[in-house]
């Protein structure tokens, strides 16, 4: 589920520097299963906090994908969205279909994702998030890519889920509005 995220996830989505995300060499990736941290799913800021977290990494470092699987619902969705061909492309992942995906890239280049700003609105249980976001390959390296997430999200009593998360990177021709950027 990037140069976006989560996830992707990161989310990721298909930029031309993101390619190989894309191509039909992926692997399966063996996702353990994990009993949630609760410091990642007791607030809306530690699962938004995890959801960046997770796929955040240097080169060669594995990613944590069964402590990201921990945050979602059963059957979640992610839809990266992307300009390919003159026209507005939809990739929609479950978790698996996302690790699988991304988990080479990751690794091979490295990937950092971290939330610049964030508006949210809640209403009973569920909270919907805008989430801007900005993402390098190190670090402490340049941004390569800047875009939001839009996180679903809902209180079950006990704890956070994340129900969906839909993404899209910014781009001369859809630039992040000033009031989803930190103020300056």
Known sequence: MNASRRLF?????????????????????AVPTLKPLDRDVATLDGILAAFYEVISGAAGV?????????????????????FSGGRIRANVYDHQAYVDATDSFFLSKGFFENEIHRSAVRF???????????TRNTADGPVIARGINSVQLFWDGHRWWIAGAVWDDERPDNPIPPDLLPSS
């Open 9 to 29: 996830l990161a989310r990721v989505a298909p930029l031309p520097i993101l390619a190989p995300l894309f191509s039909p060499k992926r692997q399966h990736v």
């Open 62 to 82: 594995p990613r944590q994908w069964g402590r990201d699987r921990t945050l979602y619902i059963s059957g979640v969705r992610f839809v990266s969205l992307g």
């Open 124 to 134: 009973g249980n569920f909270t919907q998030v805008l989430s801007t976001y900005e």
